[in-house]
């Protein structure tokens, strides 16, 4: 077994604390057992994170993992992850971003970036192919991300791709993000985890190519691909148009657009925030690396109180987080507020939700405007602007906010059941009453809220156009975990998800074949057994951490308080059932523990169990 084809082959080790670069082998078992991406991630941290270590301390390790079809010509193949011990939630944490780091990383020579220890003063990693170095970043540091990645273009070359962290990172702000080239690596406070190591950035130039094993199989699968792409009314039609708010308007009607901070399921101003709204504000079209379908767009404002705010989106969470969660109605607003996340380097679906608990407070009477500083209420868009600056200066009251709902809340009184997050990370924009598979994806992700371990919705959806009922318990632990080990996988290999809704498994899997030779990729049932292995992996590392069943759990409001309005009227979430077939159906006991036979199946030797 080699990994001379899809891989790089080599992994940079980087010690900031001896300020030591070294170059490894790829182990091929990895190459073959893991994939990349998430799966590289979850097996470097499993075996060498001290248990229990501290989020933020010197000892916890940042990994930027790549994947085999990352910065290949397969399609929308752009994508890299970072992975890391969340101080936001205490447990795992793996982002994924697209742009061209990734790609650019692989051009260098390197699958891998391992980041270890804590720089005495603040530091760039600088990789110009084989040549990886050290260098001082104390001039950027209390830099903004996009003056940061100008600077660093300006003194290293404009073909350097940069990550990078604001100043919500370096001053430990639990929702910061890493951003890279105007995306972001936001969810679960890698950016604070980088600041920590005073690491500022990372920029990467690479000249050298990516060898395939079978170059005219990879391309003709290519051929088939690219055009399955252009001929999906999704993937070559509404998100090329709207970008990822193509679905605004059907999350509303269908009663799974949360408002008020999960008060409403359905948003009486969506008209002026949905789809049309938004594009009329894109100037152009924007992709991540090989990308036919160009979700991404460049809007500007171009009159009004927001006029020169412009942002690379912006994208349906944000629109939401700022938008409907905040019953804010104005576009200027959101896109001002996406581009501050951005400069700031924070978490737009976080810093969304922490504004809108901030204004429930305020709405109830557990907070004061004295409290707060300025007027903070629902449907004020400058409150929104305000408390991101805060937020990304962590200054004032926003040192406290930046923590995320969960620790704000616990020195609100009566605010506990305001804040809307799982495990510790804020939810995103769909409200689990109105969808049973998303109340369980939301409980079972390794992450905390998020959605994008599984995404029921969609499934769901076309379900009930066939008579079967969106909010129905049956088929959804089934559903939840084979889309879990899906998308793992595809955050493994390096394609995008959103690919996914028109390339299929039955193409991935020959696109990693061709791509690697590797003989366990030439079945789709050995490729979703990686996601599958993967899943299990951060659940062991997750157990480890001190996860228990009672954290498999919604925030109280979603099983007391019942929607008044809307398609989703009257419902609340019913999980236990749900919860039950769906640790049986991972082969897990009731405790949410992995049993040995499922261990042994995956060839996780037992010893790993907690
Ligand atoms: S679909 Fe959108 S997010 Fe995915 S790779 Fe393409 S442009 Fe990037």
Not at 54 to 72: K, Q, Y
Request: proline share 4%.
């Amino acid at each position: 077994m080699n990994t001379r084809f899809g891989y790089t082959g080599k992994i940079l080790d980087v010690d900031l604390t001896a300020a030591t670069l070294s170059e490894a082998e790829l182990d091929p078992v990895l190459a073959s057992d893991y994939m990349g991406g998430k799966g590289f991630g979850a097996k470097i941290l499993y075996d060498q994170l001290p248990p229990g270590c501290e989020p933020l301390s010197a000892e916890n390790i940042l990994v930027f993992a790549t994947g085999p079809l990352t910065g290949t010509l397969a399609p929308s193949s752009g994508r890299f992850e970072v992975c890391t011990k969340s101080p936001a939630t205490g447990l795992w944490l793996d982002s994924n971003c697209g742009g061209y780091f990734g790609p650019e990383l692989k051009f260098a020579g390197y699958d891998m970036l391992i980041i270890r220890g804590k720089a005495p003063e603040p530091t760039l990693l600088v990789i110009d192919d084989d040549k990886p170095q050290l260098a001082s970043a104390a001039d950027l540091w209390g830099v903004d991300t996009i003056a940061t990645h100008r600077q660093i273009k300006a003194d290293f070359g404009t073909d350097f791709k940069v990550a990078c962290i604001g100043q919500a990172g370096e001053k430990g702000a639990l929702i910061a993000g890493i951003i890279s080239e105007y995306r972001a690596l936001g969810r679960g406070g890698a950016g604070a985890v980088m600041g920590s190591k005073n690491l500022k950035a990372i920029a990467v130039r690479g000249s050298g190519g990516i060898a395939l094993s079978d170059p005219d199989a990879f391309m003709k699968i290519c051929r088939e691909s690219f055009n399955e792409l252009a001929n999906n009314p999704d993937t070559g039609g509404g998100r090329q148009k709207y970008g990822t708010n193509v679905i605004l308007s059907l999350m509303d009607e269908t009663g799974l657009h949360p408002v008020r901070n999960f008060q409403k399921g359905k948003f009486e101003g969506a008209d002026r925030v949905n789809e049309e709204a938004v594009e009329a504000y894109y100037v152009r079209n924007k992709a991540c690396f090989g990308c036919p379908i160009y979700c991404s767009k460049i809007a500007e404002v171009k009159e009004g109180k927001y006029k020169g705010s412009f942002t690379e989106g912006p994208e349906y969470e944000n629109v939401w987080s700022f938008g409907a969660n905040c019953e804010n109605v104005d576009v200027g607003a959101i896109i001002q507020a996406e581009y501050l996340c951005d400069y700031y380097g924070l978490d737009g679906i976080s810093a969304g939700n922490v504004i809108g608990f901030l204004m429930e407070c305020a709405e109830k009477g557990l907070l004061q405007e004295s409290d707060i500083g300025f007027p903070m209420a629902f449907g004020n868009d400058e409150s929104i602007i305000n408390a991101i600056h805060l937020m990304g200066k962590r200054e004032g009251p926003g040192k406290l906010w930046g923590q995320g709902v969960q620790k704000l809340a616990v020195g609100i009184d009566g605010a506990q059941d305001l804040a809307m997050h799982v495990k510790g990370l804020e939810l995103p924009a769909y409200d689990p009453r109105g969808s049973s598979g998303m109340a369980l994806a939301y409980a079972t992700s390794d992450r905390g809220g998020c959605h994008l371990r599984s995404w029921p919705i969609g499934d769901e959806l076309l379900a009930t156009r066939d008579r079967m009922d969106l909010v129905s318990l049956e088929f959804k632990a089934e559903l939840v975990k084979t889309q879990q080990d899906l998308f793992c996988m595809v955050n493994c290999s390096g394609m995008c998800l959103f690919a996914t809704f028109a390339v299929t498994l039955k193409q991935i899997t020959p696109f990693l074949y061709a791509a690697t030779g590797l003989d366990v990729y030439s079945s789709s049932e050995e490729v979703m057994k990686i996601g599958e292995r993967v899943n299990n992996l951060v659940r062991l590392f997750n157990l480890r951490e001190g996860l228990t069943r009672d954290l498999d759990t919604l925030p109280r409001r979603f099983f007391r308080e019942p929607l008044n309005e809307g398609p989703s009227r009257g419902r609340v979430v019913d999980l236990d059932q749900m919860m039950d077939e769906y640790y049986m159906v991972r082969g897990w006991d009731e405790s949410g523990i992995p049993g040995e036979g499922k261990l042994e199946e995956l060839g996780l030797e037992s010893d790993q169990k907690p």
